[in-house]
């Protein structure tokens, strides 16, 4: 399997590389030499097990939690020492986890935040672009994103990350909290701006399902290592596909 | 009794009257001026503390190294006051600079808690006002000798230099709160202190804005440590009491805002100056704390803070 990712990686340009990364908590290892590539372009799902690492993964290559050992490569330039807004400014964007805004910020000050680096004459045709995918920001424009619905404040994250024009996106669980339709909107929207853009997109999602339909490659990880992977995501969803390093892994774990 | 000595009882009933209400108007003036200068401190101590959760004790130690090195350069090396006035701010500045960068940056480097900061902080403030004792001496200085030129507004009379304090907070407190509200630098300062994570996460370098939030605040503390010492001297251990009367405006006035400070310290000084006229300057104190936990008690968001959602409070 391990070999199979490496293949991947020489046929086509890679976008986010990780290599044999150790991370964790205190003295609480969640990755345990985690090696993972993605491509320029692509969609790569992560899936598995509460606690195998997914959330860990993504805070470590956005740089907000720095890593035991290992490095992380950025369209082959490493990246494993910059400091958080660095990583921003060379095309890196995450969506952290519940969809975070400025909440006694005004969405359109929340926006404004997200295109800080562009200058100031262009922001508005920025911002403009990012409302075109979201119309339904523009009515709240002056609200406190605070008071925002969660469907609502979900989109001006999402929207707030795309601002940063990224080269490469995290996503972790984009979806999370919202309604079935939503979610599946939300989804829909990043596979289109995938298409549109080019975006390369390591996503994490709790709605397996969904996240299975929009990625083009999808990861399992268990225990903070790589345990599976698979060029059509489509495949794990047949029922039981996934059963065995979900279930049959973490009994494992649990008996090691 | 005759009419004549009737009549000049009620001209004195109606003189105390008078002054009375001339009394009440001059307090009020002087609670007035003595919140402007609070607030400008205040105002600094939240930029801080909003921003970085920290309670800089410390902050008390820059407000006294301000008037002292005021002092150094206007009292003892003679120079001018505008440009004696400027060094000591830019050195102020400077002083919370470096405790940003000597004390709590590394803290927070390695993911000490906050309580370890506020321990910290407490340290270098003793260090700080000790090491001004020790090279200045206990006793009260005085940066301009003299009586002051007065003016006067009705029943009220200012002096030059309260005057010059009711203008620098007047002109200073509206500017930066516009400032906060329209320049990037605002909006990052806002941001920081909503969410300090999200504003890495948007390409913020979050250490620079935390030396500017110190350096300005730090700035603030000096400029109303400077005013109120050409007013009433100084003595090492001036800082506390300005500390204290910033963090409880902060509190009432609303933790995480920038413009509940200013009111609460203007709300805490004019109580203050009633406090005196009807009670006894000793009580000050007494009111100032009666005031804090009133608010804690029965309104813990202060005036302006507002009850978050859940949601909001959980990010």
């Known amino acids: ?256 | 009794m005759s009419r004549p000595n009737l009549k000049s009882v009620k001209r004195e009933i109606a003189d105390a009257f008078m002054e009375e209400s001339k009394m009440l108007w001059q307090l009020l003036a002087n609670g007035f001026v003595n919140g402007c200068l609070f607030a400008l401190t205040a105002f600094g101590f939240a930029l801080i503390y909003n921003t970085t959760r920290i309670f800089h004790i410390a902050h008390g130690a820059i407000y006294t190294a301000g008037a002292y090195l005021c002092y150094v350069f206007l009292v003892k090396l003679g120079w001018n006051m505008p440009l004696a006035i400027i060094l000591a701010l830019t050195l102020t500045a400077l002083l919370g600079i470096l405790t940003e960068l000597l004390v709590y940056a590394p803290l927070e480097r390695r993911g000490a808690s906050l309580l370890v900061a506020l321990l910290s902080s407490l340290g270098l403030y003793i260090a700080l006002v000790n090491f001004i004792a020790m090279v200045f001496g206990n006793e009260t200085k005085v940066l301009r000798p003299g009586v002051e030129a007065t003016f006067h507004f009705g029943p009220i009379i200012l002096t030059r230099i309260q005057f010059a304090q009711v203008i620098t907070a007047c002109v200073l407190l509206p500017l930066l709160l516009l400032l906060l509200r329209l320049t990037d630098w605002g909006k990052k300062i806002r941001a920081l202190r909503d969410n300090p994570t999200l504003t890495e996460v948007m390409g913020v370098n979050t250490r620079v804005v935390r030396l500017f939030v110190f350096a300005l605040g730090s700035a603030l503390a000096g400029i109303s440590a400077v005013l109120s010492a050409l007013d009433i001297g100084m003595d090492p251990h001036i800082g506390m009491p300005a500390l204290l009367i910033a963090a409880v405006a902060l509190i009432i006035g609303g933790v995480g805002t920038f413009e509940g400070p200013i009111i609460g310290a203007f709300l805490l000084c004019i109580l203050q100056s009633l406090v005196i006229w009807q009670v006894s300057a000793r009580w000050m104190d007494a009111v100032t704390f009666g005031l804090l936990i009133f608010f804690l008690l029965f309104r813990p968001q202060g005036l302006l803070g507002q009850r978050r959602r859940l949601e909001e409070a959980l990010t």
């Open chain 1, 1 to 256: 399997m391990q070999e199979a990712i490496t293949n991947m990686a020489q046929t086509s340009k890679i976008g986010l590389q990780v290599e044999r990364l150790r991370a964790g908590y205190g003295k609480k290892e969640i990755l345990r030499g985690l090696s993972l590539k993605v491509g320029q372009g692509e969609i790569v799902a992560l899936i598995g097990p509460n606690g195998a690492g997914k959330s860990t993964l993504l805070k470590v290559i956005a740089g907000l939690l720095r890593p035991w050992e290992g490095s992380v490569w950025l369209d082959g330039t490493e990246i494993t020492a910059l400091p958080v807004h660095q990583r921003v400014q060379k095309g890196l964007a995450y969506f952290i986890q519940g969809g975070e805004v400025f909440p006694s910020l005004t969405v359109r000050e929340n926006l404004e935040m997200g295109a800080l680096m562009f200058p100031k004459a262009k922001r508005q045709e920025a911002i403009e672009g990012v409302l075109s995918l979201f119309p339904a920001l523009k009515e709240n424009w002056h609200r406190r994103a605070g008071l925002l619905s969660g469907g609502q404040r979900q989109a001006l994250a999402l929207g707030m990350v795309l601002l940063k024009r990224p080269k490469v996106l995290l996503l972790d669980e984009p979806s999370a909290g919202l309604a079935p339709k939503l979610a599946h909107e939300i989804l829909a929207k990043v596979r289109e701006l995938n298409e549109h853009l080019g975006i390369t997109v390591l996503l994490v999602e709790q709605r397996v399902r969904e996240a299975l339909q929009v990625a083009h490659r999808a990861v399992a990880l268990v225990n903070g290592t790589f345990a599976a992977e698979t060029n059509e995501p489509a495949s794990w969803l047949v029922e039981g596909a996934l059963d065995a390093f979900f279930f049959g892994r973490m009994e494992r774990a649990a008996a090691s």
